[in-house]
């Protein structure tokens, strides 16, 4: 069975700083991992994804994750945090192309002026 | 090309009442996952249909949940003789094999309150 665990449900950073989310992943097969963002009382919105090639993943909203299969992780990263970065980060993984997803807990992310 | 839609977006019922989440997925796509985020908590797959077909139901609990996706028509979630503990937001996301996506798509979600 796969599974997810964000280190951190709550992470406080100061608008200009870096955002570090952190998330490690089980998976009996290479994984396809995604990062979504959630903002208060809607949906799921797709950051960035690795599926195949590249480990360094660039996605929307300045976000990037590289998958490090050696440390079974897909940390996200922003080098400078936005007032609008203030949301949930759900990190997931699936088995192939559009399987079920097994999600993370979430980190929730306060962004400080 | 509308995205996955999801009604209603807030739905409240009482105790014992039956809850029906409607999902329309995205134009084309014949596969649709249900997966349900209790408050403070991740989202938790529930089922997975494609067309006329249950394919996964691992994640759906064991009574009063059913699922459905017709040929003509959305995928219903629901929910029989509701308690206070079924509240929470329920998403669903559409995908298809033929369009080269890797991920599915989600909705806005249906928050139900059980009061």
């Known amino acids: ?37 959630q903002y208060p009382n809607q949906g799921l919105q797709l950051l960035l994804k690795y599926t195949t090639g590249a480990t360094l993943v660039k996605g929307i909203n300045g976000f990037e994750a590289e998958f490090k299969k050696s440390e079974t992780s897909f940390h996200l990263t922003k080098p400078s945090a936005h007032m609008s970065d203030a949301a949930e980060y759900f990190c997931a993984v699936s088995k192939a192309a559009g399987n079920k997803l097994t999600f993370g807990g979430g980190t929730r992310v306060l962004v400080k002026p | 090309n509308a995205g996955v839609m999801q009604n209603p977006r807030h739905l409240v019922r009482r105790r014992g009442q039956e809850a029906r ?22 989202l938790k797959f529930m089922v997975y249909l494609q067309k006329e077909n249950i394919i996964d139901e691992s994640g759906m609990p064991k009574e009063r949940f059913s699922a459905e996706f017709p040929k003509e028509g959305p995928s219903i979630l629901r929910i029989q003789q509701v308690v206070r503990g079924d509240s929470a937001a329920y998403f669903c996301a559409s995908w298809d094999r033929g369009h080269g996506d890797t991920e599915a798509f989600f909705g806005q979600g249906t928050r139900l309150t059980v009061v």
């Open chain 1, 1 to 37: 069975a796969q599974s997810v665990t964000q280190l951190g449900s709550h992470v406080s950073v100061s608008e200009g700083a870096l955002v570090l989310l952190r998330c490690n992943y089980s998976s009996s097969v290479p994984p396809y991992l995604f990062w979504y963002v």
């Open chain 2, 21 to 42: 989440l409607r999902c329309s997925p995205m134009k084309g796509h014949s596969h649709v996952y249900w997966y349900r985020q209790l408050p403070e908590e991740g």
